[in-house]
């Protein structure tokens, strides 16, 4: 098995909410090796999951976000940020080696600066399952809770938000369908994953992903059977 410390390496940053330069780790992807993933997609490895890493934290003012829209902070967001969360934060750093519980903290912070800097409705999901991803992996119930909440988000989105700009999220019309019913299969709620597995099947688009279309399939004869 591969050591931790040569899965992780640091990297170093200037906060855009506060200019500060601060270091995190992050994993080294070549170093991976997959073991499984489950049918919402969430990914396990040998070792670290970057995962755990995936959202940057500012240890001065409290600024959290993932790598990919870490940049991204306007003249407005700063004002509201230093405002809202700089002006409550208590110094502390969450740029070394990561327990679950401490990405749960950040990826909740992450979540309440979406909400307070109002992010689409699917980049807020995409959050939210992850946080629910991560206390599967703690092995905790709380996991119920945040796959409700990205259901409800994602649904949202599906039905009022265009996915062709969205931030932070490599998600597309026919995954985000895909997703609301693995996720409502696994909330219990078989007639709404049956309607949304439906949906994908039917749709011509879904031939051009493969890997997806054997998934869909599989998983609605789950839901038959279950």
């Known amino acids: 098995m591969t050591e931790l410390n040569e899965l ?52 001065n003012c409290g600024y959290a976000a993932t790598e990919s829209r870490f940049d991204s902070v306007s003249a407005r967001d700063k004002k509201i940020l230093l405002e809202e969360v700089a002006s409550k934060w208590s110094k502390r750093s969450y740029g070394g080696e ?6 749960i903290v950040v990826y909740k912070l992450a979540f309440y600066i979406g909400q307070v800097l109002d992010y689409d409705k699917v980049e807020l999901g995409t959050l939210a399952h992850s946080i629910a991803w991560l206390y599967r992996i703690k ?21 009022n938000e265009s ?21 409502n299969r696994r909330l219990g709620n078989k007639e ?5 597995f439906n949906g994908v099947i039917s749709n011509p688009d879904i031939k051009s992903s493969p890997m997806l279309e054997k998934m869909v399939r599989e998983q609605w004869r789950l839901t038959r059977n279950e």
């Open 163 to 183: 996915l062709v700009n969205a931030k932070g999220t490599k998600m597309d019309e026919i995954k985000l369908a895909y997703l609301l019913g693995e996720i």
């Open 98 to 103: 990561r327990s679950i519980d401490d990405a």
């Open 8 to 59: 992780l390496y640091d990297k170093k940053l200037e906060c855009p909410v506060c200019n500060e330069e601060f270091a995190t780790k992050k994993v080294r992807i070549s170093r991976l090796k997959l073991i499984k993933r489950d049918e919402d997609l969430l990914s396990y490895y040998e070792g670290e999951n970057p995962l755990i890493y995936n959202v940057f934290l500012c240890p």
């Open 192 to 196: 709404e994953a049956f309607k949304w």
């Open 139 to 159: 092995g905790d119930q709380e996991e119920i809770r945040f796959l409700s909440i990205t259901k409800d988000l994602y649904e949202y989105s599906y039905y």
